[in-house]
Structures are given as C-alpha cells and as structure tokens.
C-alpha cells in the first residue's frame, strides 16, 4: 500500500517558482509544489505560465529518477502528483553551483574576450551566492570557503566544498551524456546543494528543470529550447509565452527517453558448468551497472562447431554484446570467440589450485591477430565489460560514473575521520 502524502504542515519556504511544504505523517520529507510562475533577472520579469507546474515537475521528476537509478544521491523520493514531488527535508546551502561546457551568456560579459562558443574541457565550475538583492554575486572558492556557515549541523569547510565541486561535475556530465543520446547538447546548468535532515550527508536538492540549463538541440544554438528564450523577449506576449511553453513541453517530452534500459548485454561463455559459481559473481556484478547478463556452457575444445553456432546466434541478434570467457585450466575458449568475433572479449578464467599460475598464461600468451584482455577477479571483469557498453549508453556510463564519485566521497571522508580520531 503506498503512503499517505496529503496531510501538508508548515509551509517550509515559499520561492518565486515554488512552494516547499512539510508533510506531517512523515518526519524529515517535504512536498515541493511547482507554481505556473516563469521569471528572469532575479524576479524583475515575472510572469504567470499556465500548465507551467505541471512540466516542470514532469521534467524534474525524469531527471531526478535518472541521477537516482545512477546513483547519485539526491533529495527525490517519487512524484505526488502532477505538479508536485515528496523529497527528503534539507538544509539548502545557499550557493548556487554552475557548470559549463560553451562558454554563452553572462560568462562573455564577465570574461570579455572569450569568443562565445568557446568548449572548456574539463567542464567550467562557478559559484554564485544566493541573495536577489545583489543579483546572486559570483563567489571563488576561497569566498565560499570564509562564508564559514553551517547547515543542518553541518559546517561548510573544505571538504564539504570539494564534495559539491565534484558532485556538480559529475552530475552535468551525466546529464550531458544523456542529452547527447537525443543529438542535444546541454550548454551550461546551475545546481544547488542541502543537508539532508537528521544526518551530515550533502545532496543534490532543489528543482532541475529547463529553468536550470540551456539545451541546443543538434548544438544549434538558434533552436533553444531553454528559459533563455524567456529571458530574450523585447515584450512579453500571450503568443510569446505560448512559444515559450511548447519548448518547455517539447524537453519534458523528451526528458522521459533519457530513463532508457541499457542496449547492450553481456554474455558469459563458460567452458564448463563447474565454472557457475564464478560467473554468478559476474552477473552479480554486471546487474550493479544494469547491464542484462545471460550465461551460457559451451567448450572450444570438446564442441567448437557448437561454441561457434552459439557465437553466430548472438552475432546475428545484431545486440552490442561484449562477451566474457570463463576456461579453468588451458583455455582455448577465449582465443576462439576472439578469432571469429568482431566484438570484444574479455578472459576471465578462474584461477584455482596448484596449476593457477602455469594456466593462467593460455589466456595471456595469445597467437597474433587476437585482441581478447584477460581480468581475473569476476566484479573487475564485469565493470571493464561496462565501461565498453558505455561508449554508447549514456544510462550504464552513468551507473560507473557515479561509481567513481560515490568512491571518491567516501576517501574524502575516511580521510576527514582519520584526522578527526587523532
């Protein structure tokens, strides 16, 4: 049975485009109800959209299930709604973190002499602090770093900035990627960051919509479909901002697709089945990163017209498919799939016993023409077999992106209470 959101508490904080409310049957979540409200220029342009609410929550909620199913951590819980979510309670940070990719917009103006569609790799990292009444001004890290405040119990020193730095990167990269899958390229996005309530944990908060970003559809920037657009009207009109909401609906639309399965798969081909207990880690470990994993026996060497028809069925289904062989003892079965697949393979061979270290050199001693890599620990072949798939799947290369910052996190904090336990 699902749970009961409707009982609404105090209004936690009211913004120009949205109302957060506490629930109160469910300590420590809000509800964030979107308004039909579009502004600019820190609410000196404001106007009502009607069926704003509605598109902005649907494009939030597409996003934050992206970043979520990624694993990335975020305030999101689930959609109330049509113009609302249930999130975790934080304590917003009042720094609001952009990320570009094109240098456009107020970038030229504060940097005169960049030419606009200047590319920054790595992505451009800036920081504004929140405050309207002087126009959100651009703070340096060490700015933010002697703001010396702290939320939710929270002291926002270095770490705690270097967390959000990375977290800001990552996500528009992931969000980026994305994009790219539609042939369109996320130009610039601002984010924000809170702490969620009862622990020390930052996340990503606040609202990720086409409020946030400027997207170019096939990088053209002339076909916007972004709050820019807004921002660009010499006057303000019923027809301008029926424009205005059917680019907003367009990405709403569009957002939806980003939540794809993977296209790709794995296929575990084991010499025997006395090698399952392996090549279950395997699929353990590729279901980590959504990535199908189907396992399969066949022997090179006692049936090698039967280990090429099997490899010819997979070929023939015309699935990106990255193959992982698993051959104790002398393995041909990897060298095989190798020398008649034009897809890659990866040996994997369970290393065992007294004879481990002579047989392990029939999966890397290989006859020339053979492009098949040998990893031994199952999970580690797994993730090299994710990292292929991810060439061309924005949804797995997220998976292992997040991996990577989730990792990182953690070393920063370990480290922070290493020192602390002195």
């Not at 061309?392 to 020192?419: F, G, P």
Request: aromatic share 8%; glycine share 8%.
């Amino acid at each position: 049975m699902s749970a009961d959101f409707s009982k609404l508490g105090a209004k936690v904080i009211e913004g120009k485009t949205k109302i957060v409310y506490d629930l109160v049957d469910h300590p420590g979540k809000v509800l964030v109800e979107s308004k039909d409200r579009i502004t600019a220029g820190d609410g000196a342009r404001a106007n009502d959209m009607e069926g704003k609410a509605k598109i902005s929550t649907a494009t939030a909620t597409s996003i934050f299930q992206l970043l979520n199913n990624a694993g990335i951590k975020t305030h999101f819980i689930q959609p109330e709604g049509e113009r609302s979510f249930v999130a975790y309670k934080c304590h917003m940070i009042p720094i609001e973190w952009v990320t570009r990719r094109i240098a456009t917009g107020s970038f030229l103006k504060r940097n005169v002499g960049v030419p606009e569609g200047y590319r920054f790799n790595p992505p451009k990292l800036e920081t504004f602090f929140k405050d309207d009444e002087n126009h959100d001004p651009q703070w340096s890290f060490e700015q933010c770093l002697a703001y010396g405040k702290s939320f939710g119990g929270v002291l926002i020193g270095r770490n705690e900035l270097q967390i959000m730095e990375k977290m800001t990167v990552t996500i528009f990269e992931i969000l980026e990627k994305a994009w790219a899958s539609l042939d369109c390229s996320l130009v610039d996005m601002k984010i924000e960051f809170g702490v969620k309530d009862g622990t020390d944990e930052i996340i990503l908060g606040d609202i990720i919509d086409s409020d946030s970003w400027r997207l170019w559809p096939s990088g053209d920037k002339r076909l916007m479909k972004d709050k820019q657009v807004y921002r660009n009207l010499k006057e303000v009109t019923a027809e301008s901002l029926d424009m205005v909401k059917r680019n907003f609906e367009w990405v709403a639309e569009r957002v939806q697709l980003l939540n794809s399965k993977p296209s790709g798969r794995v296929a575990v081909f084991m010499g025997s089945s006395s090698d399952a207990a392996h090549c279950e880690k395997i699929r353990g470990a590729c279901k980590n990163y959504g990535v199908p994993c189907e396992l399969r026996v066949t022997s090179a060497h006692k049936q090698s017209d039967q280990t090429l028809r099997l490899l010819a069925e997979y070929e023939g289904e015309g699935i990106p498919t990255v193959i992982i062989a698993v051959a104790g003892r002398s393995n041909g079965l990897g060298p095989v799939l190798s020398g008649n697949t034009a897809w890659p393979v990866i040996n994997c061979p369970p290393i065992s016993g007294d004879w481990g270290s002579q047989d392990v050199w029939s999966s890397l001693r290989l006859p020339s023409g053979l492009g098949c890599s040998t990893v031994l620990q199952p999970e580690s072949a797994a993730q090299a077999a994710a990292q292929i798939l991810g060439l061309s799947d924005h949804v797995v290369w997220a998976k292992l992106r997040a991996k990577q910052l989730n990792t990182w996190v953690d070393l920063i904090k370990a480290d922070r209470k290493m020192r602390d336990d002195k």
